[in-house]
């Protein structure tokens, strides 16, 4: 199944950064992988089928009951049985979905391990496990354990399927999205695109997977500012998610989210918060309050109430944001980089400049340590943290920051987020 970052009084221009989040690519494995219709495999099959359809309609708990039975039953079959291996990869994707990726990432190894061993290193189940793993390092912000991970899974099932197969928009998805993530924006546009011609021509223009694809590339156009057609592509997927996966889905609040992202960004302020207020009641019932999803949406949110000077309300949601974010993702994730940004813009309007100050500091390192010292994100934070140098009157330093931000840009070739 596919699974779904100016002005004030003393501020000349300052760049918060999007939290709008593309719809990844998990792959759920279906019980036919193992033959299980040669079988009588009656009591894992009914739990795992259980725990998928639990897990596609968004109820994880439930899901997380039906397949620990699953792997109880597959247990039986042998340690290097393919059924064991169906139920650890979904019980990972389950907690993936709930954020908790370290948790899964054990699962996803194991899972692998045997694919390669019994169905081999080309097996398509081996493909899906491939990527899987790979996901869950890019959500744990280890892109450079991503990146090969996602490589291998889409020449693999290239060859094993054909280059126009609908399954290989699985792996062209996943490695364009990362590569986005690292600001690679030329490398991943055209296999976003690509993906998505696939998937209309195979699927139809109003499957869930052409849902992901669009919300994916209209992504990348936002990261580059190219918001106005971004909108209208979120527009197009969140309509199609709301009928594919139903109004109070967690991927339907993402689609809510990025459009309302993107409508904040462009200044449509009273557009935007209906949408995130809608985001944030289904994150709250659907993942619950200490998800990294209903963190995300607190965090846009926060940023509307500094884009309309309304920074007292503004400073409580972001550091809600950020703590959840720390919590859940760890203080080294890229996305905790962005939250303390975008509370230092808070705390720099508010006069609070040491807090600022340290905020910006800790971003940077982050961001440095993870995304690599010339990704855009950097050139943001450095432009940020020389206006409040400027503001502290501490110019000669603030002119340095500025003259490394203007050399990322020109490098990158991009504009600001």
């Known amino acids: 199944m596919k699974v779904l970052f100016k002005r004030g009084a003393s501020i000349v221009t300052a760049h918060a950064l999007i939290i709008a989040a593309c719809c990844v690519a998990y792959a759920c494995s279906a019980p036919m992988c193992v033959n299980a219709a040669q079988q009588k495999t009656g009591a894992w099959e ?71 061993k019994t169905g081999g290193p080309e097996h398509r189940t081996t493909v ?73 021509k195979q699927l139809g223009t109003e499957h869930l997977s052409v849902a992901v694809d669009v919300n994916n ?62 985001a944030l009641a289904i994150r709250e019932k659907a993942l619950g309050a200490e998800h990294p999803d209903f ?27 950020l703590a959840t974010m720390e919590k859940r993702l760890g203080k080294e994730h890229p996305n905790v980089a962005m939250c303390a940004n975008n509370l230092a813009l808070v705390y720099t309007k508010l006069g609070r400049d040491t807090e600022a100050e340290q905020l910006f500091r800790r971003a940077l390192s982050t961001w440095e340590r993870t995304l690599g010292s010339d990704h855009p994100n950097i050139a943001t934070a450095l432009e940020n943290y020389a206006t409040l140098l400027r503001k502290m009157l501490r110019q000669d330093e603030a002119a340095d920051a500025e003259v490394r931000a203007r050399l990322i840009r020109a490098r990158r070739g991009t504009g600001y987020n």
Not at 49 to 68: I, S, T, V, W
Not at 151 to 157: N, P, S, V
Request: hydrophobic share 40%.
């Open 46 to 116: 009914k739990h795992n089928e259980a725990g998928e359809k639990a897990y596609e309609q968004g109820r994880y708990d439930e899901a997380k009951a039906f397949l620990n039975d699953a792997i109880r039953e597959a247990e039986k079959f042998g340690a290097q049985d393919l059924r064991l291996a169906t139920s650890l990869n979904n019980m990972a994707l389950v907690l993936a979905a709930q954020s908790r990726y370290s948790e899964a990432v054990p699962l996803l190894q194991k899972a692998l391990a045997i694919r390669e």
């Open 128 to 200: 899906q496990s491939i990527n899987n793993l790979g996901l869950a390092y890019y959500n744990l912000g280890k892109y450079t354990e991503a990146e090969p991970l996602f490589r291998r899974a889409l020449q693999t099932g290239e060859k094993l399927l054909g280059a126009e197969h609908a399954e290989v928009t699985t792996s062209l998805n996943n490695l364009a999205t990362l590569l986005s993530a690292q600001g690679r924006y030329a490398e991943a546009e055209p296999l976003h695109r690509r993906a998505l011609t696939i998937d209309e």
């Open 217 to 278: 590339l209209a992504m990348l156009l936002s990261a580059q500012g190219r918001h106005a057609e971004a909108e209208q592509l979120f527009r197009r997927a969140l309509q199609i998610m709301e009928k594919t996966s139903g109004a109070a889905h967690p991927d339907t609040a993402q689609c809510l989210n990025n459009l309302a992202e993107t409508l904040r960004l462009q200044g449509k302020f009273d557009e935007a918060y209906p949408l995130f207020a809608r």
């Open 295 to 321: 963190a995300q949406t607190l965090n846009n949110l926060g940023e509307l109430y500094r884009n309309i000077s309304r920074d007292a309300e503004a400073e409580p949601l972001l550091r809600r944001a």
